[in-house]
Structure formats: structure tokens, C-alpha cells
């Protein structure tokens, strides 16, 4: 029997977020972290999951649509029904899903299973798809097999991460382009502080912020708020709460913008500190972060960290920093021992790397 393995990494998104179903901009890395999937074709209609974090088996029709299949499987069972929807040839077999990338912390280990379970799939069926192609179709999947109405960043990094590089998304002409993202010769480190807390983007508050988008759009008379930017325009939007909600989202791109030059020019004051305006913008504009977080975030700027953003769709997860090298240890103490303080779980804080994006490994036989 012949195996097909590919993995697939997850992503940090350094800035830029709820932009991407904007049209507007983001700038995520792929992570070292990833999701490989082998995969063993028996040409029957049915495949089998087994993953070694889980514990636990799971089993689907390939011909299963939305609503059958409950769990982690329905990331995988929705890009199955993606492909075969867009008539794409699917087949049966057994999956082992191995990963290293932490569940419900916001590093897009949904994303990451997902691009790992299409690609080992094509790879079967020898279907070939540009990652555009592929991450539209993860996209699919999560949208309307999940539910989850999110938008196609991460796919994109889990597919187009380079090492040592940002990647600068364009969403309006789906454009990948690398940006100079090296720590070291800057001495500098990306600290993740995993809070802990899990977030969920099928719950209501995801929807919510999108729905309030396309909702100004719609007011303002334009398809997306990319068409769209400038103070005068938030005067046209009746209700404050949206207005508060376009605000964050025209001056995110702006700060990804300007953050993708401060980058290739080496300049990383001025990357932290957008960072940090993002992070208050995703606070004050938004309302997607929690005490809990903004007390993460604050804490690793007091303690030196150029600059400190929650990372990912909000509601808990990670919080990331630029923190020079030499001070790694002093901090994760600090900011342990002041979240420890306040009453909230004990954090994991890790440093993370630019790493390569998806790729098959091998075909055995
Ligand atoms: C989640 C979604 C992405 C994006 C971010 C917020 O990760 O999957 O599409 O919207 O939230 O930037």
C-alpha cells in the first residue's frame, strides 16, 4: 500500500487582524509547529482518523455533508466535501494525524490539519492545486461544513510560510509577498505567551464582528471596507458600535503597511510599536481581547518587550512580543509571576520562529 504524508505548519499573525475577510491586509508567519497527516488509501468510501493527541478515533463518509460530523474530524471531513464539491476526486483510507501545534490558542491548528488532510489527499488522487487553490478550499470547509465564518489568512500562511520571512497578504488580490523578518541579526526574539484561555470561532462573538463589517459596508455603499478609508468616513456610520468596529479595521491596515516597510528597513521600534497600537485598537475599537490578555499584553511591555499583541481571532489565546534576546528569561519570569498575581491560569510561554510552509513529504510505498 502506497502512504502519502504532508504536513502543514500553524501561524502566528504578527499584525493585521479581522482584516482579512475586509479585503484589507495582515502580515502572519508560519510557524516550526505543524500538523503532518499520513495518509493510506483503500479506495473505499470511508476514511478513518486516528490522532495521537486526541486518543481518540473518528471515522467519516467521504460523501459526508455539513452537520454529520461533530469535533476536530469536521476539519478534516469539511475539506473532503470542499474538494468534492468542487469536484475534485476524493477517496477513502486511513489518516494518523500527528501535531505539535497547540489546540484553541490561536495559532491556527484547525488551519493546519486542514491544508495537511488536502494535500495528502491531492497527493492520492494526484489532483494538483496552486496554494490559492488549496487554502479557498480549507476555507470552504471551515465556513460551511464547520461554520466557522472565517477568513483565508490562515490557510495562506500555513501554505506560503517561508523561513525567516513575514508574509504580507494582500486580500483584496489574494498576494503573498515576503518581508525580511529576521530576529537574530537584530537580536531580538518572538516571545508567545500562550494564555491558556481557549477561544472558539464558531461561537457568536466571530460573527458578531464580521456581521457588524459587511453591515457598515453596506451602509457606506461599498462591497468591503477596503473600498473605503479615512475619518470622514466613520461620520457616515450611524451606530457608534460599528464605527467603532470600522475604525479598528481602516487603521489596522494602515499599521500593517507601515509595519511591513519598519520591518524590511530593520526598524523594530517601530514594528513594537504597532504592535502595541493594535493591540489597543483590537482593546479599545474591536472588544475582542479579555482582561486576562490585556493583562498579558501590559505586562510585557512594563517589563521591557518592544512592543505586545494578542495574536489571532481574540477571546483568549496568545499574546506575542519582540523582546530582546538577553532579557527571554528575565520576562517570562516577570510575566509569569504578575499573572499568577492577578488570579488568572498559569501561562505556556515559548519563543517561535518563521518557519516554512506546507509541503508533501514523501509518497512510500
Ligand atoms: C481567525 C480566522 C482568520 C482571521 C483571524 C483574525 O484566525 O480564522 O481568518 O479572521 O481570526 O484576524
Given at each position: 500500500m502506497t502512504t502519502y504524508t504532508a504536513y502543514a505548519p500553524g501561524r502566528i499573525n504578527l499584525i493585521g487582524e479581522h482584516t482579512d475577510y475586509n479585503l484589507g491586509f495582515a502580515m502572519p508567519i508560519a510557524l516550526e509547529e505543524r500538523t503532518t497527516v499520513t495518509f493510506e488509501p483503500d479506495g473505499s468510501d470511508r476514511i478513518t482518523l486516528a490522532s495521537d493527541e486526541e486518543g481518540v478515533g473518528s471515522a467519516f463518509d467521504v460523501t459526508a455533508q455539513p452537520g454529520d460530523v461533530d469535533g476536530w474530524a469536521s476539519y478534516a471531513a469539511g475539506v473532503v466535501w470542499a474538494l468534492a464539491q468542487a469536484g475534485h476526486p476524493v477517496v477513502g483510507g486511513a489518516m494518523s494525524v500527528h501535531s505539535d501545534v497547540p489546540i484553541?490558542?490561536?495559532?491556527s491548528s484547525s488551519a493546519a490539519l486542514e491544508c495537511a488532510v488536502l494535500l495528502s489527499m491531492n497527493a492520492a488522487t494526484g489532483t494538483e492545486l496552486d496554494n490559492l487553490d488549496v487554502a479557498r478550499l480549507a476555507q470552504r470547509g471551515e465556513n460551511d461544513f464547520v461554520g466557522a465564518p472565517t477568513g483565508l489568512m490562515d490557510q495562506l500562511a500555513s501554505l506560503g510560510g517561508e523561513v525567516d520571512r513575514a508574509l504580507l497578504i494582500?486580500?483584496?488580490?489574494s498576494s503573498v509577498e515576503p518581508v525580511a523578518f529576521e530576529l537574530d541579526a537584530h537580536d531580538l526574539v518572538l516571545l508567545v505567551v500562550n494564555s491558556n484561555a481557549a477561544h472558539q470561532h464558531s461561537t457568536g462573538e466571530y460573527r458578531a464582528r464580521r456581521e457588524s463589517c459587511t453591515r457598515a459596508a453596506r451602509e457606506l455603499g461599498v462591497d468591503t471596507l477596503r473600498d473605503v478609508q479615512g475619518e470622514d468616513v466613520l461620520e457616515r456610520i450611524g451606530d457608534s458600535v460599528d464605527r467603532a468596529r470600522v475604525r479598528h479595521v481602516l487603521s489596522e491596515n494602515q499599521r500593517v503597511l507601515e509595519c511591513a516597510k519598519a520591518m524590511a528597513s530593520g526598524d523594530f521600534r517601530r514594528v513594537g510599536t504597532l504592535m502595541d497600537q493594535s493591540h489597543a485598537s483590537m482593546r479599545d475599537?474591536?472588544?475582542?481581547?479579555t482582561p486576562h490578555i490585556d493583562l498579558i499584553a501590559e505586562s510585557l511591555g512594563v517589563h521591557g518587550a518592544l512592543g505586545a499583541r494578542m495574536t489571532g481571532g481574540g477571546f483568549g489565546g496568545c499574546v506575542i512580543a519582540l523582546v530582546p534576546a538577553p532579557d527571554v528569561d528575565r520576562i517570562t519570569t516577570a510575566v509569569t509571576s504578575d499573572i499568577a498575581e492577578r488570579g488568572f491560569p498559569d501561562p505556556t510561554i515559548f519563543t517561535a520562529r518563521a518557519g516554512r510552509g506546507a509541503a508533501l513529504v514523501n509518497d512510500r510505498t
Open positions: 484553541g490558542a490561536g495559532l494582500d486580500f483584496e488580490t475599537d474591536f472588544e475582542i481581547t
